[in-house]
């Protein structure tokens, strides 16, 4: 059995009762449920529909995603998120390279390693290097004035822990900036890398080992090993291309606004909703929502 799950943005709630039952009377779906009028919509189907990515392009162009997922296991236990673009807004690193004056060529850095052209470590160690000298009130200078929580995480935390659930924030980024994130949002721990400071500001280097791909897969392990639980029992979120592996590894792994190469590969897309979307995904209805 599959669940399929429309889903509009928020800010514009513009999913039609007419596009819904039309793709389930489509598809030969049962009954639709509404999970949020305007926003979310789900129906049961009995197998996996062959034209599924065809009838997604054509909603993509209405500004509606389609997700299509096994109903069995369908909740899960265990959030694994990126941050940088995935959590928050921004990419921490060009925040401060901007603060640095180097923004822009750090930026054309980060966008072609989050999409798979370049090495993650040696993009990172490269772009850390320009930060060398920055002082380190840098950090909360450009936390309290450049980056924004992108909308829904802090349901979508609060909603899967009071339902059992776990939150790990897992990023390439930094210590600096998760371990405030972490706190805003409610998350149960965080990963990251470390600016190395000298004096009172940056090295321009990073602690190593390196938290890339690799990594975040080893902490998906580690962590629901810990929980007794398996990675089947987590949804996992990310953009960028070291987010492929803990996205691939995960019971649903969900590109969320994402690199191409990135969305690519996944089977679960958002490119219209919010982080709530993860919860419609696992066939939460509005009303379960919790906030911090």
């Known amino acids: 059995m599959f669940t399929a799950v429309l889903l509009a943005s928020p800010a514009r709630a513009d999913l039609d009762r007419e596009t819904v039952e039309s ?5 030969g779906g049962g009954d639709a449920l509404w999970l949020n ?3 979310a919509a789900e129906f049961p189907l009995e197998a996996m529909p062959a034209n599924r990515w065809e009838v997604w392009e054509r909603l993509q162009a209405m500004g509606i995603d389609l997700c299509v997922v096994p109903t069995e296991g369908r909740r899960k236990k265990m959030l694994l998120a990126d941050m940088d673009s995935t959590m928050i807004g921004q990419e921490c690193i060009d925040e401060l390279a901007d603060e640095a004056g180097v923004g822009a060529y750090v930026a054309s850095i980060t966008a072609r390693a989050m999409n798979g052209e370049l090495d993650f470590e040696d993009a ?7 930060l060398k000298g920055l002082d380190l009130s840098v950090i909360d200078r450009v936390l309290e004035s450049r980056i924004t929580f992108t909308p829904g995480g802090g349901e ?3 909603t899967m822990q009071a339902n059992g659930g776990y939150a790990a924030l897992v990023s390439g980024g930094f210590t600096a900036f998760t371990a405030h994130v972490a706190r805003e949002l409610g998350f149960d721990e965080n990963r990251a890398n470390t600016l190395v400071v000298d004096g009172g500001v940056l090295a ?3 602690g190593e080992p390196i938290l890339g791909r690799a990594a975040k897969v080893t902490a998906l392990e580690e962590i629901t090993t810990r929980l007794g639980i398996t990675p089947d ?5 990310g953009d960028g291309a070291n987010d492929l592996g803990m996205l691939h590894r995960a ?3 969900v590109a969320l606004h994402a690199k191409p190469v990135v969305a690519a590969e996944c089977d679960i897309r958002i490119n219209h909703g919010d982080l709530t979307a993860l919860l419609y995904v696992q066939g939460y209805h509005s009303r379960d929502f919790r906030t911090r």
Not at 124 to 130: F, I, K, S, W
Not at 233 to 237: G, M, P, R, Y
């Open 233 to 237: 029992d987590a949804i996992a979120v």
């Open 204 to 206: 321009g280097t990073v």
């Open 37 to 39: 009028p305007g926003i």
């Open 23 to 27: 793709l389930r009377n489509a598809w």
């Open 124 to 130: 990172l160690r490269e772009r850390v290097a320009l």
């Open 251 to 253: 019971g649903m792994g």
């Open 156 to 158: 979508l935390i609060a």
